[in-house]
C-alpha cells in the first residue's frame, strides 16, 4: 500500500465503535472521503512503526521540579517521566535511564530545554554506566524563567547491560538549581 493512499486527519467526522477486522474505518478531509478496513489501517501503522529506527526514548512531559546541580561531579537528571517508545531496550523512567539488551552500534540523541536559578554555566553529558561518555559542552544560564535549549547527538558501539543516562554538573564550583521543561533521550539503531 502506498503511504498517499491513506489520509487521516486530526478530526474524524465518523469512526465505527464496532471494530472488528472488517469494520471501516471513515474521515473526511479537505472535502475527501477516505475509506478503508480496520485491518488494513492496523497493518500500515504497524509497519510504520517497523521502519523506525527509534527503539528506546524517554522524555519529560511536564515542567519539572528543581533539581540542585554542583561542580564536583555530573549529577544524573532526574526528570523523565514517559516512555515514548521501548523496543529492544529496557527504558526505566523511575531509574532515568535506558539499558541496552544487544550489542551493536546506536545514535544517541539529546534535547533539553531548561531555566537556571542563575547565570551559571552548566555542563551536560550523555552517562554510560553513570561515567561520562560524550560531553555536550557547557551552556551559560539566562537566569529564572528564560529558558535554554541544548541538544546533541552520537553515535557509539554499545554492549549488553551498558546504562544511559543524562548528568548535568555546574561549571564554576558554586551550584544551580535547574527546572527542566522538556528532556528527551532517544536510542536509535544505526
Known amino acids: 500500500?502506498?503511504?498517499?493512499?491513506?489520509?487521516?486527519?486530526?478530526?474524524?467526522?465518523?469512526?465505527?465503535?464496532?471494530?472488528?477486522?472488517?469494520?471501516?474505518?471513515?474521515?473526511?478531509?479537505?472535502?475527501?472521503?477516505?475509506?478503508?478496513?480496520?485491518?488494513?489501517?492496523?497493518?500500515?501503522?504497524?509497519?510504520?512503526?517497523?521502519?523506525?529506527?527509534?527503539?528506546?526514548?524517554m522524555s519529560?512531559?511536564?515542567?519539572s521540579q528543581p533539581q540542585t546541580f554542583d561542580g564536583s561531579s555530573f549529577t544524573k537528571i532526574t526528570s523523565f517521566n514517559k516512555i515514548q517508545y521501548e523496543r529492544g531496550v529496557d527504558v526505566d523512567v523511575d531509574t532515568d535511564s535506558i539499558s541496552i539488551l544487544t550489542p551493536k552500534d546506536y545514535r544517541i540523541t539529546l534535547s533539553i530545554n531548561a531555566e537556571f536559578s542563575n547565570n551559571q554555566g552548566v555542563e551536560f553529558a550523555?552517562?554510560?554506566?553513570?561515567?561520562?561518555?560524550?560531553?555536550?559542552?557547557?551552556?551559560?544560564?539566562r537566569g529564572t524563567g528564560k529558558p535554554v535549549y541544548i541538544g546533541g547527538a552520537d553515535i557509539d558501539p554499545l554492549t549488553i547491560g551498558n546504562v544511559l543516562s543524562v548528568g548535568a554538573r555546574e561549571d564554576s564550583g558554586a551550584s544551580v538549581d535547574i527546572i527542566f521543561h522538556k528532556v528527551r533521550l532517544t536510542v536509535e539503531e544505526v
Not at 550523555?126 to 544560564?141: K, R, S
Open 126 to 141: 550523555l552517562l554510560q554506566d553513570g561515567v561520562p561518555a560524550e560531553t555536550l559542552g557547557t551552556i551559560q544560564g
Open 60 to 63: 519529560l512531559t511536564s515542567v
Open 1 to 57: 500500500m502506498a503511504e498517499d493512499e491513506i489520509k487521516i486527519s486530526e478530526y474524524p467526522e465518523r469512526v465505527l465503535i464496532d471494530l472488528t477486522d472488517d469494520a471501516i474505518f471513515e474521515i473526511v478531509d479537505e472535502g475527501v472521503n477516505y475509506k478503508l478496513p480496520i485491518s488494513t489501517l492496523a497493518e500500515y501503522i504497524d509497519a510504520k512503526i517497523e521502519d523506525t529506527s527509534i527503539i528506546g526514548e
